[in-house]
């Protein structure tokens, strides 16, 4: 259900840096990128194999931090500023904007500690970006305290599969199941009449005569089971 990237190569030689800072110290980022140290870590560390994080996980991750930015503000816990960027940050990745910047691999370490931080990361750093303030200054959208605030990522990667889950299932699955129910409903009308005579499994022998709409309705019948109807997965 998920689709892959090509595996992304970290430039070695850069024209130019920038410096951003983590617990850990100080990194050298390509100054043209959005993410930050953790991120960097991540590529030159994990850097394994050639399947980046699926793309869909980024706009699950980015419909997770929009919520969670309109419920901090709600409860007062982020102010009015930082809330505005964040969602609109989230919205242009929403939108297919800055998907370049996640570049890490699906074989890192931890519970998607690195990929909620390469979002994290993005999304400061592009709220700095509209907000007019330098990239790495982490203000006035700080990666770790506005963006995540608190967010473990045992809670939020596993949400955010959820998410990807639904999404996939009400804007693909369902969508294949339905038109795959409708191309055999077709073909049993059109079949309606003609006989089928399947083999005896045993001798060979032709049997009763069995048309394709009675063998199309237990087929159609089974396919339903998934009701569409009555999945209610918003976009």
């Known amino acids: 259900m998920f689709t892959h990237s090509k595996i992304y190569t970290p430039l070695i030689v850069m024209a130019e840096y920038r410096t951003e800072t983590d617990s850990l110290g100080e990194v050298k980022v390509p100054a043209n990128k959005l993410w930050g140290a953790q991120t960097q870590r991540s590529l030159e560390h994990f850097s394994l194999g050639k399947d980046l994080m699926p ?12 919520a969670a930015a309109n419920a901090n503000h709600s409860s007062k816990r982020l102010e009015d500023q930082p ?48 907000a007019g303030t330098p990239l790495a200054s982490k203000t ?9 605030m608190a967010q473990s990522s045992n809670d939020s990667f596993p949400s955010a599969m959820y998410i990807a889950a639904a999404v996939n ?16 409903e077709a073909k049993g009308q059109q079949q309606k009449r ?19 709409s009675r063998t199309d309705a237990r087929l159609s019948r089974r396919i339903l089971l998934l009701d569409v109807q009555k999945l209610d997965i918003k976009n």
């Not at 998907?99 to 979002?119: A, C, Y």
């Not at 003609?194 to 045993?202: F, V």
């Open 169 to 184: 299932v009400k804007q693909r699955l369902i969508p294949a199941v339905k038109a795959l129910h409708d191309q055999i």
């Open 55 to 66: 793309r869909e996980m980024i706009t699950a991750y980015a419909i997770l931090k929009k």
């Open 194 to 212: 003609r006989p089928l005579r399947p083999p005896s499994s045993s001798s060979g022998n032709l049997q009763t005569p069995l048309s394709f």
């Open 140 to 148: 006035p959208v700080h990666p770790n305290d506005h963006v995540n």
């Open 83 to 130: 809330h505005k960027l964040i969602v609109d940050a989230c919205d242009e990745i929403l939108a297919g904007q800055h998907h370049d910047m996640f570049p890490l691999h699906v074989w890192m370490t931890g519970s998607g500690t690195q990929f909620n931080m390469n979002v994290n990361e993005v999304i400061s750093n592009r709220c700095c970006q509209l």
